[in-house]
C-alpha cells in the first residue's frame, strides 16, 4: 500500500515544478506545525480496560484555525492522519476560507464498540486534546466512521474541560446541538456543484453514466444527487460487495436495502459483481468515495470512465494521475471536488461564533457561489499551464498559503 503522505509529498513535487515558490516555501510546506499522539484508555463493558490510539496532526495555520476531521478506522495510523491534514490545508487554501489543515484519528475498529465504550473513546480524545483545540485554534469535524453524535459528545466534553459551550470548537454537530443546516450532503452536494461548472467544459453529456466507489455518507448523498437531477447511478459498491444496472439503480429502493441487509450486494434491482471491479466500469463519470489509493499504477490502465471526480480523500495514486492525464481522462481532484464539506463545516463555525443559524437555502447557495468560482479558476490555470485539474489546484492552494505565510 502506498504510504499517503509520500503521495502527497510527490503530489507537491509534481506540481511546484510548473511554476516558482521559495525553496524557503516549499520546505517549510513539506512538513507539519505539529503531531500529537495520545493513548485513550477505554474502560469496557466487562469491565476490562483498553488502551487506544489517537492522533492530531496539525499542518499549517496561515490562513486561520487548523481544520479537518477525525477518523476511527482499524488502519487509521500517523502517515494517513499527516497527509489527509496536508491535503485538508490545501482544500481550505482551494475554496478561499478562513481556514489551515488539520485533521486527527484514532486507530480502532468502531463496529467493535458498544454505544458507552464509543462515547468513552470519543470523550477520552477530547480530553486528550482539549488543550490543542479550540475555536480559535484547531476546529475539528466528522470524518470517515464519525458521526455528529460523536461531535456532539466531543463538544460536550470540551464545554465541561474549558467552560467553552459555544460549539465553536467543533463542527458537524447535530442541528439542535449547534449543527449547520445541509451539513449532512455538504461534501456530497459541492462536488454536484463543480460537476455542473465543469460538465461542457470536460465534454460530458446532458445526462451522464454514473458509477460511484462507496454507499456511505459521501456515496449515497452523491447517488441521490446526482438521480434527482436527471443522471444515470448505473453501479455503486460498499465494503461487501457491489450492484449494477445499466437502465440506472433505483437509490430510494437500494438505500432501503441496504439499511435493512448492511450492504447493497443482493439488492433486487440490479446484478450483484465483485466489488473490486466496480472502477472499471464503462461510463461517463466516475466517483471513487471510499478511501485512499483505490486507483494506483497498476489499475488505472483499466479506468474506462470520461471523467473522474474524487469524492475520496487521495483515491487516485500521483502515478496513476501521470497515466490517467496521458489517456485523456481527467480527474476533479479531492482537494476541490470534496470541499464543500469543510466550506460548509465552516459556515456551521461561523453561525456558532455569531450565535446564527441560517436556513439550507443560504447555506447552499453560499456553497454553490464558492465551489463554481473556484472550480472556473482551477480550470482556468490547467488551461494555461497545460497541465491537470490536480497540478493546477494545488499551484492556487499553495499561491494562497504562501502569500498568507508572508504577510504573518
Not at 504510504?3 to 516549499?26: G, M, V, Y
Not at 480523500?313 to 482537494?335: K, Q, S, W
Request: with cysteine; aromatic share 8%; net charge negative.
Amino acid at each position: 500500500m502506498n504510504n499517503p503522505f509520500q503521495n502527497a509529498l510527490q503530489q507537491l513535487e509534481r506540481a511546484t515544478k510548473l511554476t516558482s515558490f521559495s525553496p524557503d516555501f516549499l520546505k517549510r510546506i513539506a512538513y507539519p506545525d505539529r503531531q500529537i499522539r495520545i493513548t485513550i484508555p477505554v474502560k469496557m463493558d466487562d469491565g476490562t480496560l483498553n488502551m487506544y490510539e489517537g492522533y492530531r496532526v496539525q499542518f499549517n495555520n496561515a490562513r486561520g484555525p487548523y481544520k479537518g476531521g477525525i477518523r476511527y478506522h482499524q488502519d487509521t495510523d500517523i502517515e494517513e492522519v499527516k497527509a489527509l491534514a496536508f491535503w485538508m490545508a490545501l482544500k481550505c487554501a482551494v475554496v478561499n476560507i478562513p481556514m489551515g489543515g488539520g485533521k486527527g484519528g484514532v486507530t480502532v475498529n468502531p463496529k467493535e464498540l458498544s454505544k458507552t465504550e464509543l462515547e468513552a473513546l470519543s470523550r477520552g480524545w477530547m480530553r486528550g486534546m482539549s488543550d490543542v483545540v479550540g475555536p480559535q485554534k484547531d476546529v475539528p469535524a466528522p470524518d470517515v466512521n464519525t458521526t455528529p453524535e460523536i461531535m456532539s459528545w466531543m463538544a460536550d466534553e470540551f464545554g465541561k474541560i474549558t467552560g467553552d459551550t459555544s460549539g465553536a470548537v467543533i463542527t458537524g454537530k447535530p442541528i439542535e446541538n449547534g449543527g449547520s443546516q445541509g451539513r449532512g450532503t455538504a461534501t456530497a452536494q459541492g462536488g454536484f456543484y463543480v460537476f455542473e461548472t465543469l460538465r461542457e467544459k470536460l465534454g460530458l453529456p446532458e445526462v451522464c453514466r454514473v458509477v460511484i466507489q462507496g454507499f456511505g455518507n459521501a456515496g449515497e448523498h452523491a447517488a441521490d444527487i446526482w438521480t434527482k437531477a436527471g443522471h444515470k447511478v448505473i453501479a455503486t459498491s460498499d465494503s461487501r460487495g457491489a450492484i449494477r444496472n445499466p437502465d440506472g439503480l433505483d437509490i430510494p429502493a437500494l438505500y432501503e436495502h441496504k439499511k435493512a441487509t448492511g450492504s447493497v450486494a443482493g439488492f433486487a434491482g440490479g446484478e450483484t459483481f465483485d466489488a473490486h471491479e466496480l472502477l472499471f466500469q464503462a461510463c461517463d463519470l466516475l466517483i471513487p468515495a471510499a478511501l485512499e489509493n483505490q486507483i494506483q499504477e497498476g489499475n488505472a490502465n483499466r479506468i474506462q470512465a470520461k471523467v473522474v471526480l474524487e469524492l475520496a480523500n487521495g483515491p487516485t495514486t500521483p502515478e496513476a494521475d501521470d497515466t490517467l492525464f496521458a489517456r485523456g481522462i481527467p480527474v476533479i481532484p479531492d482537494i476541490l471536488a470534496n470541499a464543500g464539506g469543510v466550506t460548509v463545516s465552516t459556515f456551521e463555525w461561523e453561525q456558532n461564533l455569531k450565535d446564527e443559524h441560517w436556513s439550507e437555502e443560504e447555506v447552499f447557495e453560499k456553497l454553490r457561489v464558492i465551489m463554481d468560482r473556484e472550480a472556473l479558476e482551477i480550470f482556468e490555470k490547467s488551461k494555461a499551464l497545460s497541465t491537470d485539474l490536480r497540478r493546477a489546484a494545488f499551484i492556487i492552494a499553495l499561491e494562497r498559503i504562501q502569500q498568507a505565510m508572508l504577510e504573518k
